[in-house]
Structures are given as structure tokens and as C-alpha cells.
T-cell receptor
Framework: GAVVSQHPSWVICKSGTSVKIECRSLDFQATTMFWYRQFPKQSLMLMATSNEGSKATYEQGVEKDKFLINHASLTLSTLTVTSAHPEDSSFYIC??????????????FGDGTRLSIL | GNSVTQMEGPVTLSEEAFLTINCTYTATGYPSLFWYVQYPGEGLQLLLKATKADDKGSNKGFEATYRKETTSFHLEKGSVQVSDSAVYFCALTNRDDKIIFGKGTRLHILP
């Protein structure tokens, strides 16, 4: 079954609004989650590393005031795109780090959120 | 630094054809190597992995062998199906928690 639940899967909103995307770890406590952005027909770009109970670590070139990340519990991280504009339209994917002894993969990925800003 | 280079697509094949998607990497030490698959409108799923030299990862008829001497991890499948149409990403992890992805290869299988 799914390990990571990402919600919503698709959102359309007007320019200037803020949009919140949730990423939930279903099967285990996740101290670290990641947020990626994927442009059409391109690879995943890591935006930030979300650490439970502390500030997120943003990759170079990612505006932290634009993309607010909150990781207030061991099962939930949220990404808020503030004052969204058409250029923010993209596919956003979260992942949960798995450091378990019997883990077969380093990260479990959500199904992504397609964000369209009109 | 660490990087992954994979063949550019799209790759279009007929059903039952043999598939190879090339992937090479640059990394210090001994990275772990992965192939992920992304079906339309979905997130990534781990397809297979290899954690040390000469390891062969396999799943759903796909295989890839960790070749340290050529720093490669080519993906192969003997007979592709229409349902294999997707985007395939080669990736590595090395010492830290970040995954380094290749640019992805889009695969189209024609019936």
C-alpha cells in the first residue's frame, strides 16, 4: 500500500492566491521529508529538505519566502506556495526519507500535485 | 560532484522489442544506484536498485548491473509491453540523504 499520501493531487487557482500542499507519511514517523518540483518533460529538482521541528533547508535559487515549508509533526509536512503566479505552475512531488534497517529504498514518493495558476 | 547522465528520449519501440536505456554516473566512493519509473500524472516508483559493484537489480523483467569500471547502470528489458510506456529516471545516492536524478528518458511502446 501507499507509504506517502500527497494532497491535493490537482489544484487550479487564480494568480495571487496561496496554495497549500500536504505530504503525509502513512506507515512510519518521518523526521525528514523532501520537496521536489518537476517541469514538463524534465527531471525532478530538489527544492528543499524538510526537517521535523526545525527550519527547512532550501536549495540554491529557491525562494524560501515564496515556498513556505512547515514540518510540525512526524507525519506531516506542508508546502505553501505564497502569492502564486503562472510561472509557479508545475508538478510538485514530496518524498519521505526512510532510514529503516530493512528499507529497500532511501525515499518514498508521493503521487505529486499538479498546480495550475491562471 | 555527483551527477547522473542518461540517454535522451523519447525512445519509441514496438511491443516485444528489446530495450536499453543507458545511464552513466559520476561520484566519489561507492554510491547506490537506482532506476525509478514515473507513469503519466503520477509520482515516482522505485523500479530496481543496486548498492555495490557487480550487483544486478531486477524487477518486472527489467534489469540493470552496477558496473564500477565503466561507471554505468544501463537499464534493459528483453521484451517490452505497451504498459511499460513511462518516463524512466536513473539516480544515485552517495553518503548524504539526497537523491541525484538523471534527466529522465521517456519511453513509448507501440502496440
Amino acid at each position: 500500500g501507499a507509504v506517502v499520501s500527497q494532497h491535493p493531487s490537482w489544484v487550479i487557482c487564480k494568480s495571487g492566491t496561496s496554495v497549500k500542499i500536504e505530504c503525509r507519511s502513512l506507515d512510519f514517523q518521518a523526521t525528514t521529508m523532501f520537496w521536489y518540483r518537476q517541469f514538463p518533460k524534465q527531471s525532478l529538482m530538489l527544492m528543499a529538505t524538510s526537517n521535523e521541528g526545525s527550519k527547512a533547508t532550501y536549495e540554491q535559487g529557491v525562494e524560501k519566502d515564496k515556498f513556505l515549508i512547515n514540518h510540525a509533526s512526524l507525519t506531516l509536512s506542508t508546502l505553501t506556495v505564497t502569492s502564486a503566479h503562472p510561472e509557479d505552475s508545475s508538478f510538485y512531488i514530496c518524498s519521505v526519507m526512510d532510514r529503516g534497517e530493512y528499507s529497500n529504498q532511501p525515499q518514498h514518493f508521493g503521487d505529486g500535485t499538479r498546480l495550475s495558476i491562471l | 560532484g555527483n551527477s547522473v547522465t542518461q540517454m535522451e528520449g523519447p525512445v519509441t519501440l514496438s511491443e516485444e522489442a528489446f530495450l536499453t536505456i543507458n545511464c552513466t554516473y559520476t561520484a566519489t566512493g561507492y554510491p547506490s544506484l537506482f532506476w525509478y519509473v514515473q507513469y503519466p500524472g503520477e509520482g515516482l516508483q522505485l523500479l530496481l536498485k543496486a548498492t555495490k559493484a557487480d550487483d544486478k537489480g531486477s524487477n518486472k523483467g527489467f534489469e540493470a548491473t552496477y558496473r564500477k569500471e565503466t561507471t554505468s547502470f544501463h537499464l534493459e528489458k528483453g521484451s517490452v509491453q505497451v504498459s511499460d510506456s513511462a518516463v524512466y529516471f536513473c539516480a544515485l545516492t552517495n553518503r548524504d540523504d539526497k537523491i541525484i536524478f538523471g534527466k529522465g528518458t521517456r519511453l513509448h511502446i507501440l502496440p
